[in-house]
């Protein structure tokens, strides 16, 4: 699997739109990236995957650069909910790829 | 839909207990897994089953068994407590059709602490 790097920590202020970036400059053309997090001590959340092309949820948006090399997730009107651990993963689909690898992700505080 | 759930909650070993800890979920998923996450870290897989009757390991599963004889539990298994193996305990699943998709449900967790 591709390895992603994600900054440590980030803020935000509330209402604002936040922007969480993440390196993926080994990513393969069949992995696809996925955005989980984890608020508090809570089972991750699925947020949004995309592969090549821009993709919007009523979560978020995935922005991915032409060449997949990074991508940022954004989160349009950040609220205090939003305070969690943000994980960028690359995995390719399909039996066989069964792990999902987690790393330590990015810590985002929304400051009121 | 109860999605996936963990019983229990927190529990406390000692050294050399075995015990089980439980997941089910009610979404029809093929695909289940076990994770622990550490303290400051991200989680690791521990065990995963693809569905009935099918296991394989994960990174970390060196002092834990699973089995899958249905397609709604997976239990987690804990042969001989060591407190290597405090830790946070999650359990996922997802469904293995339709369009390529990774989208995992997790369970709220499981908190072990071995004395």
């Known amino acids: 699997d591709a390895k992603t790097t994600q900054p440590p920590s980030m803020d935000c202020a509330e209402g604002r739109a936040a922007n969480l970036p993440c390196n993926h400059s080994t990513i393969s053309g069949n992995e696809y990236v996925y955005w989980y997090r984890q608020i508090h001590s809570q089972g991750p959340q699925y947020i949004i995957h995309g592969l090549k092309n821009n993709e919007t949820n009523e979560m978020a948006s995935l922005i991915i650069t032409e060449d997949r090399k990074s991508s940022t997730l954004i989160l349009p009107h950040a609220t205090l909910r939003d305070t969690a651990v943000y994980y960028c993963?690359?995995?390719?689909?399909?039996?066989?790829?069964?792990?999902?690898?987690f790393g330590t992700g990015t810590r985002l505080t929304i400051i009121p | 839909n109860a999605g996936v759930t963990q019983t229990p909650k927190f529990q406390v070993l000692k050294t050399g207990q075995s015990m089980t800890l439980q997941c089910a979920q009610d979404m029809n998923h093929e695909y289940m897994s076990w994770y622990r996450q550490d303290p400051g870290m991200g989680l690791r897989l521990i065990h995963y089953s693809v569905g009935a009757g099918i296991t394989d390991q994960g990174e970390v599963p060196n002092g834990y068994n699973v089995s899958r004889s249905t397609t709604e539990d997976f239990p987690l298994r804990l042969l001989s407590a060591a407190p290597s193996q405090t830790s946070v305990y999650f359990c996922?699943?997802?469904?293995?059709?339709?369009?390529?998709?990774?989208?995992?449900?997790f369970g709220p967790g499981t908190r072990l602490t071995v004395t």
């Open positions: 996922a699943s997802r469904t293995t059709s339709g369009l390529p998709s990774y989208e995992q449900y």
């Open positions: 993963i690359v995995r390719a689909t399909g039996f066989g790829n069964e792990k999902l690898t």
